[in-house]
């Protein structure tokens, strides 16, 4: 698939655009939205997801960069950890942080198969 | 694989039962690590990057957790979601927080795979 | 590994690389079986396992490559899913099918990390 | 968490268990709901996207269904497995089809890791 | 899916059940087979490339049955890891040989991700 | 992140850097001790568990080897892929092997799919 170029979108995918832009204050999108703006529906859905949970909540917008960014090294998407981790840049993140990011992330990855390989069963004050 | 009993362990495995309930000021340890205790050297090891990286450093301890658990819920590994869960607890973090943070590892699964999908090319400012 | 050349290979390699070809009608067989000639064996098994599978049955031809598309999404198989994707494609597969696919897969991730992380159970009425 | 009662809920949660009702057609909403019902955002762009995109569109929607399977299935999301096999036999989808929808998803897997080993180049003309 | 009764099987099933029980020197088949047993060219075609693989060839036996393991805990599949375990344990694996596996996948899980995030390219000397 | 400068480093980490060159009789570090010098607590730790448990124990060196190729390639991790299968020729591997454990690989990502697809109950004479 090709990108849309946002000059030539739809009505519907122009105006996506331009909120993403007035959200984040931006001046161009990311070429993630140019190649999901192929499925118009899917884009809104993605947008309108993505706006409202990574915006003001319970958990501060780092904290969610920094999980996004923790999701994407485990299932190794190199698009979603560039631009997560930019955004985790642009909203404070040091490298002293995201380098310990990184490793809590490989040390979950490893105790998360280390539990798996011995069937560890949940203990009766951690269950829920 | 068994679990150790702790009261049957050898000196160094005790030695590190006992670092880990005076760290967390705890009575008794997890299941998990008197399953690991079958292995002393790679119990030592898991303990002390999880002392070490888990410990006080440049992200806090509630991040961390939470990090924890976000990963352990995208590698499905039931045994350290419902762990790394209480431990956020215990930290803090409230009912409206884990599912504000469900939310996002979902979605972060979700275009994980539209970006795989998609084949976006990472854009040039958001290299690093 | 290097590709194994189709003019250099054995004669047991050089049978399926000719039933690949009579098969799908192709006069060169993929990079795929290239490399996978190293392993005579398992170049059979492969093979005669896609032959079958993938042939006539109960599914049609073009809902099993948008199964293999979405499986390799999934897996982020860059191979994969360029290779199926084309083979959705000669099958007849559309723009606007094949980015309806990337949404199916893309909420299915979604919803798998929802259901493992509510522990959702399974609903009397759907077990079979 | 607990899963939410429909009886207790919030009207904006109420309005979303009616409308899941409605649209499918039954009695009562899968456990799935109820728990996502707990983080209410999260189940309003969920459903909005499976209402949206699992409806009419390019791809008929059992097709969908059974991609759903085959992503669930490589993931190993037993609900979601169960949920939409459910799903798919009650759009038509008979007992041959799904044996052989698994065999699919089983050689995809196998076929990303041999492509991942020998790290096959695309060939050009599967380039897209 | 229900298993397949042995006894009520079709003759192809049959004989694929005996050529089981013949060279694996058993009396009964595992679970696995009697569900797979639901899909017989799926049946026989994974049955020839186990028989095929994981019999006289370049790696001893033991080896290729703790490598199963090792990709069954990775991919947390309960079954798999049961029997190809157990499997182990009748080629001679002892519990300090599965104790020590086990250490090696959590380790080789934890670095893989470590390189992901730190996008680490591929030194000159190890391209191969 | 770029790269840790072995001249510029802190001498915590130049003695690590020192240790690994030692140890493995080379002359220079690999890129993945070049960038995981980043976090020195967490190089630290990564290199101790590497070099105890890679190092003698109950398994033979190559049979751990060949175990961490498999787990990389389930995750499709090119440089621990990369850097894995070198340390495995270096211990002897042959092409030969290193084919048929692609072949172990592929086929125990295949059959994990199908126990999980069948959701199959493990043996009373498998569980341990």
């Known amino acids: ?3 849309v170029d946002p000059l030539k979108a739809s009505a ?3 105006a996506i655009f331009e909120d993403i832009k007035t ?3 931006v001046n161009e ?3 993630f939205w140019k190649y999901l703006a192929n499925e118009p529906r899917m884009m809104r859905h993605t947008w309108e997801s993505l706006k409202s949970i990574m915006g003001p909540g319970s958990l501060d917008p780092l904290t969610k960069e920094l999980v996004y960014v923790a999701v994407s090294i485990t299932n190794n998407c190199e698009y979603c950890m560039a631009s997560h981790t930019a ?3 642009a909203k404070g993140a040091t490298d002293a942080q995201i ?3 990184y490793a809590v992330v490989a040390l979950a990855n490893m105790t998360n198969r280390l539990s798996n390989a011995y069937k ?7 269950k829920s």
């Not at 560890?120 to 951690?126: A, G, H, S, Y």
């Open 1 to 3: 698939m090709k990108p």
């Open 12 to 14: 519907e995918v122009k």
């Open 23 to 25: 959200t984040r204050k």
């Open 29 to 31: 999108v990311n070429n």
């Open 87 to 89: 955004a985790a840049r």
């Open 99 to 101: 380098n310990e990011l």
């Open 120 to 126: 560890v069963p949940v203990d009766e004050n951690l």
